[in-house]
Structures are given as structure tokens and as C-alpha cells.
């Protein structure tokens, strides 16, 4: 098992331009989760799937941040235009019975 | 607003010595659940408790459920250098399907 899988790693970019980060879940789990992790405001929930449909997306900063499941084995998670504030580690998870985390992308906006 | 608190943020203390990681709520939780996180990689689930006054056991760590189910802790015993991490509480609220996480405690053990 692969556990989750999240691309890239790091990703730095300019303010103003479009960042989309990817996930792939574990083979199975039904239950696709997005959070962002800063100093300041530690693990932050942004966005939840169940089977592919957005269930909760209050913790979705604005809009600028947009969320999409097209299949049960990829996510992505996108932001536009993409300002320095929204710099922190982003990460996926995908549930079944217990959470499993990806490894994360660290995203610099400069 | 955290759900949940955790005490105290930064905890450094000598290897061999015993430790207590609090995590607070005024909310009630279905579950709680320990995570442990190393820098550059994602928490990773420690345990899951889920009746009020339960405790676990993992090795050297010890986690128990606040009778309420508001609370939690985590005692570590005899800790090591290689406990050194960011361990995280976090909770599914009553009723609800998504977890929530504590700011962490940094935990440094130094040989």
C-alpha cells in the first residue's frame, strides 16, 4: 500500500498566479479530506468528500480556493490567484475506518 | 477559537525524565484521537479512544479519555530522544463527521 499520495512536494510561486495541488487516496477509502497546517493556525479542515461529493466546505478560506474529486483515486486542490498568506504545509487525508495523511505540500507564495 | 486546547505548546525536558500532554475541550467528542508528526511528513494516527474514562496503553505511552469525553491526555514514561515530535490531539465534535485538531505540543526530549 502506498499510502496517500500528494504531488508536489514543494511548490514555490509568484502572487497572482494558479497553484493546484494533487492527491491520490488510498485504494478504498471513501472519505477524502483537505487541510492546511501554519504555525500560527495549526491543522485547519478545508474541505471534506464522501464518495466524491463535496460535504463540508466551510473551512474553505475564500474563493479563491476551489476543491474538485472527479474519480474515487484523485483530488486537487486549487488556488487562484494565489497570495503569500495562503503560504503553509497543505495536506490530504483519506478515511476509511482511521486517517491517513499524505506527506504534504509545502507551498511558498512570494 | 480552538475546539480543542492542548498544554503545554513547547515541552522540552531530559531523556529519562516522564512527561503529561493535556487536551481540552468544553465540547464533547464521539472519539479522540493522538497523532504524532515528524518534520516534512504527515500526523500519523498513536491511538483512538472513544469511551469516557478509557486508557490506553502503547509502550512507554499511556492516553486516556476524560470521563465527560472532553478531555484526554497523554502521559509519556521514561521518554526517549527518538518522542521527539509534534504530537497533536484531535476530535470528531458530537454529531459531526469531520476532525478537528489541537495546535499540538513540540516535544523535545534531549539525550
Known amino acids: 500500500d502506498a499510502g496517500v499520495i500528494q504531488s508536489p512536494r514543494h511548490e514555490v510561486t509568484e502572487m497572482g498566479q494558479e497553484v493546484t495541488l494533487r492527491c491520490k487516496p488510498i485504494?478504498?477509502?471513501?472519505?477524502l479530506f483537505w487541510y492546511r497546517q501554519t504555525m500560527m493556525r495549526g491543522l485547519e479542515l478545508l474541505i471534506y468528500?464522501?464518495?466524491?461529493?463535496?460535504?463540508?466546505d466551510s473551512g474553505m478560506p475564500e474563493d479563491r480556493f476551489s476543491a474538485k474529486m472527479p474519480n474515487a483515486s484523485f483530488s486537487t486542490l486549487k488556488i487562484q490567484p494565489s497570495e503569500p498568506r495562503d503560504s503553509a504545509v497543505y495536506f490530504c487525508?483519506?478515511?476509511?475506518?482511521?486517517?491517513?495523511f499524505g506527506s504534504g505540500t509545502r507551498l511558498t507564495v512570494v | 477559537t480552538q475546539l480543542l486546547e492542548q498544554s503545554p505548546q513547547f515541552l522540552s525536558i531530559q531523556e529519562g525524565e516522564n512527561l503529561t500532554v493535556y487536551c481540552n475541550s468544553s465540547?464533547?467528542?464521539?472519539?479522540l484521537q493522538w497523532y504524532r508528526q515528524e518534520p516534512g511528513e504527515g500526523p500519523v494516527l498513536l491511538v483512538t479512544?472513544?469511551?469516557?474514562?478509557e486508557v490506553k496503553k502503547l509502550k512507554r505511552l499511556t492516553f486516556q479519555f476524560g470521563d465527560a469525553r472532553k478531555d484526554s491526555s497523554l502521559h509519556i514514561t521514561a521518554a526517549q530522544p527518538g518522542d521527539t515530535g509534534l504530537y497533536l490531539c484531535?476530535?470528531?465534535?458530537?454529531?459531526?463527521?469531520?476532525?478537528?485538531f489541537g495546535q499540538g505540543t513540540r516535544l523535545t526530549i534531549n539525550p
Open positions: 487525508a483519506s478515511r476509511i475506518s482511521r486517517y491517513t
Open positions: 485504494s478504498g477509502h471513501d472519505y
Open positions: 468528500f464522501n464518495n466524491n461529493v463535496p460535504i463540508d
Open positions: 465540547s464533547v467528542f464521539s472519539s
Open positions: 479512544v472513544v469511551t469516557g474514562g
Open positions: 484531535a476530535g470528531v465534535p458530537s454529531g459531526a463527521q469531520k476532525l478537528v
